[in-house]
């Protein structure tokens, strides 16, 4: 798929097709897919076509301007509180896939891109001839758009169009459904953007999943943020990392508080050496070392 997605780690089994159907779904739609739901105070009134730009091919991850215009008009359907996290359009599918009802192409979406359709619902908020226009609100707002079109050019039946999501953080608790992202908190509690601080569990496909990784600086999950590494079983290869993973150790003078918080883990820096970063735990302080290993 041509979907700009800022997210790693590896890809789920692919669900059944959507002709499939199984238990608690019609049409293989999963029953919580799509819900009634409120019109929001302001519903998106622009087109539901808009031509996009081009798959990105440029270095890294694309920014937020490159990832609006590959998302099209599910880009401009989006009310975030920050820049938009990622979106994009479809490529081909074959000739006797897509869906045959508007529901069904959306479920499509996650087929196609080898992932489970999420848990929350969607919300149809316009409909016009062989477009709906499918949203995720959050306190009215739009947080997650996605336009299924039908019978276009080598996309036959009802499927994706494009899509586009806000910030993981910007959607409610019960909605982090992914188990990839892990939402830190600020000491106020309110949640703080994966594109400020991410970390999650390393892949299993390396055998890293003993090890856990946080990423911080801007841009942190667009592959411009500096990243870190727990790892006590030595999963990771020694030269990867900038010093050894200490599970014991003591804060350094310099070191701050940044005040992000996960569960009952504090995360500290030093700003004279980014070279490590310290999170404070009931049991103590751990040395988390910069880390440049990736997994393909």
Not at 89 to 111: F, I, K, N
Not at 145 to 167: H, N, S, Y
Not at 191 to 220: I, K, M, Y
Request: hydrophobic share 30%; with cysteine; glycine share 14%.
């Amino acid at each position: 798929m041509s979907f700009g997605r800022r997210v790693g780690g590896a890809a789920l089994a692919l669900v059944a097709g959507v002709a499939a159907g199984c238990g608690g779904e019609s049409g293989g739609v999963p029953a919580s897919l799509v819900v009634e739901g409120e019109a929001p105070a302001a519903p998106y009134d622009g087109p539901l076509y808009v031509p996009t730009a081009p798959e990105w091919e440029g270095e890294g991850e694309p920014g937020p301007e490159e990832m609006r215009a590959m998302a099209g008009a599910a880009g401009r359907a989006l009310e975030c509180d920050g820049d938009i996290y990622l979106g994009g359009r479809s490529d081909p599918w074959p000739s006797d896939d897509g869906g045959a009802t508007p529901e069904e192409g959306l479920a499509w979406h996650w087929s196609i891109n080898g992932e489970e359709p999420p848990p929350y619902g969607f919300r149809v908020e316009r409909e016009e001839k062989n477009r709906v226009l499918f949203s995720h609100d959050v306190d009215g707002r739009t947080k997650e758009a996605v336009i299924v079109a039908k019978d276009r050019e080598d996309r036959p039946g009802w499927g994706p169009e494009t899509t586009a999501q806000c910030d993981p953080a910007e959607f409610e608790p019960a909605d982090d459904a992914d188990g990839f992202h892990e939402i830190w908190t600020d000491e106020q509690g309110n949640r703080v953007p994966v594109t400020r601080v991410s970390s999650n569990r390393g892949p299993e496909h390396c055998d890293w999943q003993s090890a856990h990784f946080l990423t911080l600086g801007e841009d942190a999950h667009g592959g411009r943020g500096t990243t870190y590494v727990r790892d006590p079983k030595g999963v990771l290869p020694e030269q990867a990392l900038a010093a050894p993973y200490d599970g014991d150790a003591e804060l350094p003078e310099g070191a701050r508080d940044t005040g992000y918080r996960l569960d009952d883990w504090r995360l500290w820096v030093d700003d004279e050496d980014d070279s490590r970063v310290y999170v404070r735990t009931p049991d103590g302080t751990e040395l988390w070392p910069r880390t440049d290993a990736g997994c393909a």
